[in-house]
């Protein structure tokens, strides 16, 4: 008997060097054409109490900044997944939670930004989709 193994791409990560494009709101940055979702990092909605805010703190940290984007090689929608850093190594995903504009969402960051997550980002909307399974 002969068994038939279909294998599945492995996963690329990427690298993704330039600056913001466009913000389309805290959580989901353009570079260079490209949409990048912040790995592990849950943003309100626009439509949400927040959501501007969260898109304006995110359209402040990287305005003019060159960007470093680690992809992981995984997509959400339209958007690639990724943690992306400013030149001096700032996380942008831990500096918008910093600021009390996002939360931490621990399935896909693995607790990663829990460290920085302050009061005020404990009261912004939890999506079920970043609890743990």
């Known amino acids: 008997m ?3 193994v279909i294998a599945a791409p492995a996963l690329q990560a990427e690298t ?11 959580d989901t940055i353009e570079v ?3 949409a990048i979702r912040l790995q592990g990092v849950a943003a309100p909605e626009l439509r949400e109490k927040w ?11 990287v305005s003019g ?7 992981t090689g995984e997509r959400t929608h339209d ?14 995903g831990a500096e918008l939670i910093s600021q009390g504009l996002a939360r931490d969402c621990p399935r896909f960051s ?3 930004y829990a460290d ?7 009261t912004l909307p939890f999506p079920g989709y970043c609890r743990r399974r």
């Open 16 to 26: 993704l060097l330039g600056r913001a494009t466009h913000v389309r709101d805290g």
């Open 79 to 92: 958007r690639k997944v990724g943690v992306c850093f400013l030149d001096d190594g700032t996380d942008i």
């Open 65 to 71: 900044q060159r960007l470093r984007c680690e992809l």
């Open 2 to 4: 002969i068994a038939a």
């Open 116 to 122: 920085v997550e302050v009061t005020q980002s404990r």
């Open 32 to 34: 260079q054409g490209v």
């Open 51 to 61: 959501g501007r805010a969260s898109k304006e703190a995110m359209q402040r940290i």
């Open 110 to 112: 693995d607790g990663r």
